[in-house]
C-alpha cells in the first residue's frame, strides 16, 4: 500500500497537464516563401510538383495545401502510427530534388508543434510616457534580436514566431529619372553594391620571431559606407550609389501587422511548443524567461502576455478537481449513509485515494497526460462499486444470527469468497464496455482514448483494491456488534423498502402490462433520439472569443489595420473585454497562411463573475456582431483560439462545419460556392458563414510582346529582374550591427513605386546603350487574378464554412444537404462535407461496429459467469432499459447526441450489468442454499440485494452530478456524459428492480412446467 501512494505521488509530479487532449493529426507542413510571385505561379511551379513528389510517401492519409501570392503552404497528414521524426525525414528527402526554380525560393518544413503549440502570445509596447520613443521598426528589432532570440532554447519551446512591426532594413531607394540620366542600370548598382561589401583575409606573414595575420575590412557598417560606393566611371567621373539614390533605413515588404486595444500597432509573438511536450511545464520555463529578459530590454518598453495557456489549464483543472472532490464527498457520504457503519464507510472510501493512485501511476507509466478528458471523467462511484458489494455482503453476514460463532476473519472470508466473483465480474464488465472507446481513431480517438484509459487503469485498481484490501481492512477495521440496534440506515431502508415492496408486489401480479409498458416506453425514446441531432463534442468554453475577420479580396494591408482598429475600440466598449489584439496577414512562420484583407481579432474576457451585459458567452457573442455591424463589408466570424486553431489544422478550415466544393475552374468553383451560400445564409442555426475568396485579388498584369522583345534583341529574365528589383526590391548583401544582421536591399524610391505609370515607365536598358519604357515591349493593366488555390489531394477546391449558433452540427448538415439537391454541378464538380460533421460520422460509423461487438464481449463473460445463456440475456436486457433514462435525460436537458453522450452510454451499460449480475447472482445463491419456491426465493433476493442495488447505482450516479451540473471551464464537454449516466441509472435501476424479477418468475415458471 505504501508503495502504491509513494508511485502515485511520484507520478503526480510527472504527468504533463493539459487542459484538452492534444487532436492535432499527424501532420508535416512544407513551406516556400515567393514573395514575388503570384497564385498561379506558386501552384504551378512550387505545389504541384511538390504534392506529385510527396504523393509517393507511405502512411500518408491526405495532402492539402494553399498557393497564394508569394507562398506556398503544403500539409501532409500521415497515419498516427508513424513517428513524428521519420515522417519529417521522409519528407525532406523528397522535398530535396523537387525541380523548382532557383529564383522561386525553397521549401523548408515548418516547426514540430501542434494545435496546442501556441501556448504563449505576448505583445511588446510602450509603457506610459514613452509613446513617441520607439517605432514599429525598433520594436520589431527588439522582438527578434533580443525576446526572440533569449526565448530560444527554452526547455520545450520549437520555436518563436514574431509578428507585427517592420523588419529594418539598410535600404538602396533608387531615382530611377537620375538613374536614366547618368545612363547606368539597376543590374549595374545591384553589381556594384554585391562587390563593394566584403572582408577578406590573406593567411599571415612572419615577422620577427611573430605571426602577422592579414584581414581585409571592405564590409559596409553605416548608410554612409553605402552612399560611398562607387558603380561606374563615366569619364574618369566616379559615379556614387548617393548620386543615383537615396540611402536610409528601410524595412521589408510585409504581409501582416499586429495591433492593440486600438491604440495602433505593436509587435508580437508566439511561442510554439514542441510537440508532445508537458505545456504546464514549458510555460512556467517562458514565464521564468520573460521575466529575465523584461530586465534586459530598452528603457520603456514591456512584454505583456495575452494569451497564457496557463490560464485555461488552471480553470479547466480546477473544474476537474473540484468535481472529483464533489463526487468523492457525495459517494463517501452515501456510502456512510446506506451502510449504517462509520468504519465500513470510511474503509470503502478510503478505494477512492489509492484506486486515484494507482491510475495516475499508471497514466505515467503508459504516458496519458492529466487534461478534462483524462480525469474529468473518472466517477469514483463506479471505481468503489466492486468494494460496495463485498463490503455489503461482510456487513450482512456479521449481522445474521446463525453465523455469531465464526470469527471476525471467517465471517469476511466466506462472504466475500461468496460475492467476489460477482463483484470481479463486474468490474470487468465496466473494464469490457470501455473497449469501444479504445478502439476509436482520428480526432475522437485522440480526444476519449486518454479518457478510457485513465477510468480503466481507476477500475482496474479498484478491482484489485477490491479482492485484496478491502477484505483485509474489513478483518482489520470493523467489529462484529454484540447488540443490533436500528441505525438510521436501517431505517432508511425500511423507508425504501416500504415504498418499493407494494410497487414490487404490482409489477409481479401485472407482470404483462408492466412489460409491455417498458417496451412503449423503450420505443418512444427511440423515437426521442432520432429527434436528438448530433454534434461531434460540446464546443469547450475557453473563456475568450478568436474572430476571423475579413475584408473584401485585395484589400489593402494599411486598410485592414485601420478597420481592425476600428473593430478594436468597439469591442472594448463592452465591459466583460479586458483586452483586444489583431493578428493580420500572416507572420514571419506562416503557420497560418492568412492574406492581407483577413484578420484574427484576438478578445480577451475577463472572469465572468465581472461581466454585466450578460452572463451568456454566445449572447455576448451575438451582441459583439451587431455592433460590428457597423463595419461595412467586413465579415466576422466568432469562434475561440485553440478550437479555431484545431478546426484549421485538421480540416484546413476554422469553420464548425465545412462545405467544400471540388473542381478545377476557379470560376466556376466561386460561382458554385456563392449560390450554395445564399441557400445556407437563410437556414435557422447558422451563426456565421464565409465563403473562401479564392478570386478577385487586383493586380497589374504585364504581357510581353514578344515580337518587340526579340527586335530590340532583349529577353524575358532581364526585364523579369529589374521589375522585381524595382517594386518587390532585392536583397544584394547584408550590413552588421555587432551582431545582428540586416539585409541590404535595393528597390526603387517609394515615390516611383505608386500605380500604374510607374510600372510602365520602367526603362528597360538596351545593347547600344539605349533605353525604351517598359511600355513599349509590354501590354500592362489592371485586372483581376486569382487570390489563393486550394487542394486536396492535387484536386482544386472552394470551402464555405459555417458556424452553428443553438443548433447541433447534424441536423444542420442534413438541412443543408436537403436544401442545396437543386444545385446542379458541372461535370466532374462534387461535394464534400468536412469539419466537425466529418469527425462525428467518422466516430459513429466506428462505434457502431466496436459496440457491438463490446455488447457481445459482455454477453460472452454473462454466460462464462453464469453457465446460462437465458440468465445471461436476462441481465443483458437492463442494457436497453438502461439506455431509456440516457435518452430522456439528453431530451429533458436539450442536448444533442454527441460522441460525449456515446461514452456516457457505454458506461452505462456497465453499471446496469452490474447490478443486473448482483440480483442473478444473489438469485441462483438462495436457490443453491433450498429456497425452491421462484416467488419467495425472488422476494428474499430483492429484499436483501435491494440496499447493494441502491447503493451501486447511487454512489454512480451521484458520484456524476457534479459534473452533469458544473458551470466551470470545460464543464461543457463532460456534461452530456454525465447527463446521461445519472438519467440512464434511475431507469436501470427501477425497472432492474422490478422488471428483471418479472422475467426471471417467467423464465422459471415455464422451466419448471416443461419438467412437470
Not at 340 to 351: D, E, P, T, Y
Request: proline residues 4%; contains cysteine; hydrophobic residues 45%.
Amino acid at each position: 500500500m505504501f508503495a502504491l501512494i509513494f508511485w502515485g505521488m511520484y507520478a503526480i509530479t510527472q504527468i504533463p497537464i493539459d487542459a484538452v487532449p492534444d487532436i492535432t493529426n499527424n501532420q508535416v507542413q512544407i513551406i516556400t516563401k515567393s514573395p514575388s510571385f503570384s497564385a498561379q505561379e506558386i501552384e504551378q511551379f512550387i505545389t504541384a510538383p511538390l504534392e506529385l513528389n510527396l504523393a509517393n510517401l507511405q502512411q500518408v492519409e491526405e495532402i492539402r495545401s494553399v498557393s497564394r501570392f508569394g507562398l506556398s503552404v503544403i500539409t501532409v497528414v500521415f497515419e498516427d502510427n508513424l513517428d513524428i521524426y521519420k515522417a519529417r525525414q521522409l519528407v525532406s528527402e523528397k522535398i530535396v530534388n523537387v525541380p523548382i526554380p532557383k529564383e522561386m525560393g525553397t521549401p523548408e518544413m515548418m516547426p514540430i508543434s501542434s494545435g496546442l503549440g501556441e501556448i504563449y502570445q505576448y505583445i511588446i509596447h510602450t509603457k506610459k510616457g514613452f509613446e513617441q520613443k520607439y517605432s514599429a521598426t525598433e520594436l520589431r528589432t527588439v522582438q527578434d534580436w533580443i525576446v526572440r532570440r533569449q526565448l530560444a532554447g527554452t526547455k520545450g519551446v520549437a520555436e518563436i514566431n514574431s509578428f507585427g512591426g517592420f523588419v529594418k532594413q539598410y535600404e538602396v531607394a533608387l531615382n530611377p529619372e537620375k538613374l536614366r540620366s547618368i545612363g547606368l542600370s539597376i543590374a549595374e548598382v545591384f553589381n556594384a553594391l554585391q562587390t563593394n561589401n566584403q572582408n577578406t583575409g590573406g593567411s599571415y606573414i612572419e615577422k620577427n620571431s611573430q605571426a602577422f595575420f592579414i584581414r581585409g575590412e571592405g564590409m559596409v557598417s553605416n548608410l554612409e559606407d553605402i552612399q560611398k560606393i562607387v558603380i561606374k566611371n563615366i569619364n574618369n567621373t566616379p559615379i556614387l550609389v548617393r548620386d543615383v539614390a537615396e540611402v536610409k533605413f528601410g524595412h521589408a515588404q510585409r504581409y501582416g501587422a499586429m495591433s492593440y486595444d486600438g491604440k495602433g500597432e505593436v509587435v508580437g509573438g508566439i511561442v510554439m511548443m514542441l510537440k508532445g511536450e508537458n505545456s504546464s511545464k514549458v510555460i512556467q520555463h517562458v514565464r521564468k524567461r520573460i521575466e529575465e529578459i523584461q530586465k534586459t530590454l530598452p528603457e520603456g518598453l514591456i512584454i505583456e502576455p495575452f494569451l497564457d495557456r496557463m490560464d485555461l489549464v488552471n480553470r479547466a483543472m480546477t473544474t476537474v478537481f473540484t468535481n472529483l472532490l464533489e463526487g468523492g464527498l457525495i459517494v463517501i457520504f452515501v456510502l456512510v449513509l446506506f451502510l449504517g457503519n462509520l468504519r465500513a464507510g470510511l474503509v470503502v472510501a478510503s478505494m477512492i485515494p489509492l484506486s486515484l493512485l494507482f491510475a495516475l501511476g499508471m497514466m505515467h507509466t503508459f504516458g496519458v497526460s492529466a487534461n478534462l478528458m483524462s480525469l474529468g471523467a473518472i466517477d469514483f462511484g463506479l471505481v468503489v462499486d466492486g468494494a460496495v458489494i463485498i463490503l455489503e455482503a461482510v456487513l450482512h453476514r456479521l449481522y445474521v444470527s446463525k453465523y455469531k460463532e465464526e470469527t471476525l476473519e471467517e465471517s469476511v472470508y466466506q462472504s466475500a469468497t461468496q460475492i467476489r466473483q460477482s463483484a470481479a465480474f463486474g468490474e470487468l464488465i465496466i473494464l469490457m464496455v470501455y473497449l469501444p472507446i479504445l478502439s476509436l481513431s482520428g480526432v475522437e480517438g485522440k480526444m476519449f482514448k486518454p479518457m478510457a484509459q485513465t477510468v480503466g487503469f481507476a477500475i482496474l485498481g479498484a478491482l484489485i483494491l477490491s479482492l485484496t484490501y478491502i477484505p483485509m481492512m474489513s478483518a482489520w477495521v470493523l467489529k462484529r456488534p454484540t447488540s443490533h440496534k436500528p441505525t438510521f440506515a436501517d431505517k432508511l431502508m425500511q423507508g425504501i423498502e416500504k415504498i418499493y415492496l407494494p410497487i414490487f408486489y404490482f409489477c409481479m401480479r401485472f407482470g404483462k402490462m408492466v412489460i409491455l409498458g417498458t417496451i412503449s416506453l423503450f420505443i418512444l425514446s427511440l423515437v426521442l433520439f432520432s429527434f436528438l441531432g448530433g454534434e461531434f463534442i460540446p464546443q469547450l468554453d475557453e473563456g475568450d472569443f478568436a474572430v476571423e475577420t475579413r475584408l473584401s479580396a485585395g484589400t489593402s494591408l494599411s486598410q485592414t489595420i485601420e478597420t481592425s482598429q476600428k473593430a478594436e475600440k468597439i469591442l472594448l466598449k463592452f465591459p466583460e473585454v479586458k483586452k483586444v489584439v489583431s493578428k493580420i496577414g500572416t507572420s514571419e512562420i506562416p503557420t497560418d497562411p492568412m492574406p492581407m484583407e483577413a484578420n484574427d481579432l484576438m478578445i480577451i474576457l475577463k472572469d465572468k463573475s465581472e461581466w454585466k451585459t450578460t452572463n451568456d458567452k454566445e449572447e455576448l457573442a451575438n451582441r459583439m456582431r451587431a455592433a460590428l455591424s457597423v463595419l461595412i463589408g467586413v465579415n466576422f466570424e466568432f469562434q475561440q483560439p485553440i478550437e479555431m486553431r484545431f478546426n484549421e489544422l485538421m480540416t484546413g478550415v476554422k469553420s464548425d462545419i465545412a462545405l467544400k466544393i471540388y473542381g478545377e475552374n476557379l470560376d466556376i468553383l466561386f460561382q458554385k460556392a456563392n449560390q450554395c451560400a445564399n441557400i445556407i445564409r437563410k437556414i435557422n442555426g447558422v451563426a456565421d458563414l464565409k465563403v473562401e475568396q479564392i478570386v478577385g485579388l487586383p493586380q497589374m498584369l504585364v504581357q510581353y510582346n514578344r515580337q518587340k522583345i526579340a527586335q530590340y534583341g532583349l529577353n524575358i529574365v532581364e526585364i523579369n529582374q529589374i521589375i522585381q528589383t524595382a517594386f518587390a526590391g532585392k536583397i544584394a548583401s547584408s550590413v552588421y550591427e555587432g551582431e545582428k544582421r540586416f539585409d541590404l536591399a535595393l528597390r526603387f524610391s517609394a515615390d516611383y513605386r505608386k500605380d500604374l505609370s510607374n510600372l510602365k515607365s520602367i526603362y528597360i536598358p538596351l545593347h547600344n546603350d539605349t533605353q525604351i519604357p517598359l511600355s513599349e515591349v509590354a501590354n500592362i493593366d489592371y485586372t483581376k487574378a486569382p487570390m489563393q488555390i486550394t487542394r486536396d489531394d492535387a484536386k482544386r477546391r472552394i470551402t464555405i464554412g459555417v458556424n452553428t449558433s443553438g443548433r447541433d452540427v447534424e441536423s444542420l448538415v442534413n438541412e443543408m444537404k436537403e436544401k442545396l439537391t437543386p444545385i446542379q454541378l458541372p461535370a466532374g464538380y462534387y461535394f464534400k462535407y468536412g469539419g466537425q460533421f466529418e469527425n462525428l460520422e467518422k466516430a459513429k460509423s466506428r462505434l457502431m461496429i466496436a459496440v457491438p461487438l463490446a455488447l457481445l464481449l459482455i454477453f460472452m463473460l454473462l454466460y462464462f459467469t453464469f453457465n446460462s445463456w437465458i440468465q445471461s440475456l436476462l441481465i443483458f436486457s437492463a442494457i436497453p432499459l438502461s439506455a431509456i433514462g440516457g435518452i430522456f435525460a439528453l431530451w429533458i436537458r436539450g442536448m444533442p447526441f454527441s460522441i460525449s453522450a456515446g461514452v456516457g452510454f457505454i458506461a452505462l451499460f456497465g453499471v446496469a450489468v452490474l447490478n443486473g449480475i448482483v440480483l442473478i447472482g444473489y438469485f441462483n445463491q438462495l436457490k443453491k442454499e433450498g429456497f425452491i419456491d421462484v416467488f419467495e426465493r425472488i422476494k428474499i433476493g430483492v429484499i436483501t440485494r435491494l440496499r447493494p442495488v441502491m447503493m451501486t447505482a447511487i454512489v454512480a450516479g451521484l458520484g456524476f452530478f457534479p459534473m452533469a451540473f458544473s458551470n466551470g471551464a470545460g464543464a461543457e464537454v463532460q456534461k452530456p456524459l454525465a447527463t446521461v449516466v445519472i438519467g440512464g441509472l434511475i431507469t436501470s435501476t427501477a425497472l432492474t428492480l422490478l422488471i428483471l424479477p418479472i422475467l426471471y418468475l417467467w423464465i422459471n415458471q415455464r422451466k419448471e412446467n416443461e419438467n412437470e
